[in-house]
Structure formats: C-alpha cells, structure tokens
C-alpha cells in the first residue's frame, strides 16, 4: 500500500470525522487552496479541483456544459472554527517531545484503545520522536492551530451531487484526466486549512518503525507565527513536511 494510502485509512480510522486526510494537502495552484463547494478528484494524496459549484459560470476558467451554481437556501451556510495544533496520532503511534535545555518532556503512553493529543507550549525548538508498534501508522503534526470551514447545507450538496454526477464525470472524463468512476469524484463539503505541517506513514512490514523532526514556532509582537522545520528522518517510513514561514493570526492558511 502507498504512503498516501496509508496515512488516508490511519487516519480514517482514528479520525472519521474529518473526512479524508490528504497526503499532500498544498494547493494544485499556489492561489488556489481547497475551499468548500469544490469538485475534483484525489491522485495520489492529493486534491485536483475542476471548478467550485458555488461560483458563478463567469467567475471559472472552465466549467461542464449546462453548467449552473448550487446555491443554498440557508445564507451564509459555511461555518468556521480552529482545528488545535497538536500531534494526531493513529492507534499504535506513540509520541515523546522534548524542548531545548530539557524545559519540558511530554511523554505519549501508547494504548490501542483510545487517542492522545499533545498541545504544545511555542518558541523553544522542540524535536518529537514517533514511534509505530502496530503493523502500519500515521501521524500528522500542526505546529499551528488549523482553521476549519464546513457547509451547514448538508442535505442541499448531497442532493445537488446525486443531481449532477453524470454531467461532472463526463466533464472531467472530456479533459482527459484519468477519472474513470462517479466514486473518483468529490464535492467538498468541510476542509481543515493550515500553512504548515508534518505527515508521517509508517509503511506495512517493518516491526518498530520509528522516526523523529525538528521544529520551532515563535510568536512575533505583531500577532503573525514563524514556523521553523529542520529536516527529519524515518525508519521503516515516509514523512512530508508543510512549508514554513510567518502565518499571521486570523488568516484563511493556504493548504
């Protein structure tokens, strides 16, 4: 199984629902992060949008044929909170952090049943260690608190997918692009946005896989965050880093 794979059902499983963990969660276009109302389709660990059901025709480079804007009768519809920084882990993942000059120590008791989150104090460099004792794992870290969007009109998107899903997949089956099945298609109903993080999938076949990651988040007067990462390793996995950067506070963070 592929790494995107994998941290997809380990998280899927822990966290079903946040909907599916992408691996590879930045934009296809640097300008362009997920938002709700987008439908495309998932290669890879990542998210391709064709166009947003929610913007008018004239607004998008390319739309279906017939095209027309779903528009709900509950305005506004889409609500916002914060996603906590934090490490979430997969059953069997463990976690141990330690800062700098030994401040602080968080140690993370692996028990198959039930999921542990870490909230972390900011601005001493911090390196975490992971370790998998299960047959596969996934791990995925947010230095900083993630902005979540999700549409209150539930019912109004699944109906209006069941309405055009025929007319969406011949669209994207015309543009070439390998979507073959209805299922391939999304609509997006909810995201968690953030600038930075750490993805990690523990690969199927080695017995204590382990790794571990540097970084540092520091807070600036001017309210924005610097996230600082340097370069990590795994044994027995794959891990991807975010980019890195000031991300200022009250912002809609890039994917």
Known sequence: MAD????????????????????????????????????????????????????PKDEQANVPEGYE??????????????????????VGVGVNVEQDMHLAKYLQVVIPAFHRLYCLSPDDPREVSVKC??????????????????????????????????????????LQLGV??????????GCDRTRSWTNIAFLEGRVDAKGSFREKVVEHADGSVEVQYSSGHVAGGVLSHGSQGKVRRGTVYEC
């Not at 794992?137 to 539930?154: F, H, I, K, M």
């Not at 073959?180 to 109903?189: A, C, K, P, S, Y």
């Open 4 to 55: 995107y794979d994998i941290f997809r059902e380990q998280m899927g499983i822990m966290f079903p629902k946040y909907g599916h963990a992408l691996w590879d969660p930045g934009p296809w276009k640097p300008d362009s992060p997920v938002k709700v109302g987008d439908v495309g389709f998932i290669r890879m660990g990542k998210f391709h949008c064709l166009f947003n059901a929610l913007y």
């Open 69 to 90: 804007p779903l528009v709900p009768k509950s305005s506004p519809h889409i609500t916002q909170r914060s996603l906590n920084s934090g490490h979430y882990c997969s």
């Open 133 to 174: 004792s299960g047959r596969r794992g996934a791990l995925l870290s947010l230095p900083v608190n993630a902005r979540r969007e999700d549409t209150l009109a539930q019912n109004a998107f699944g109906e209006w997918i069941v309405k055009h899903i025929n007319q969406w997949l011949a669209f994207a089956q015309e």
């Open 180 to 189: 073959e099945h209805m299922e391939d298609i999304i609509l997006v109903t």
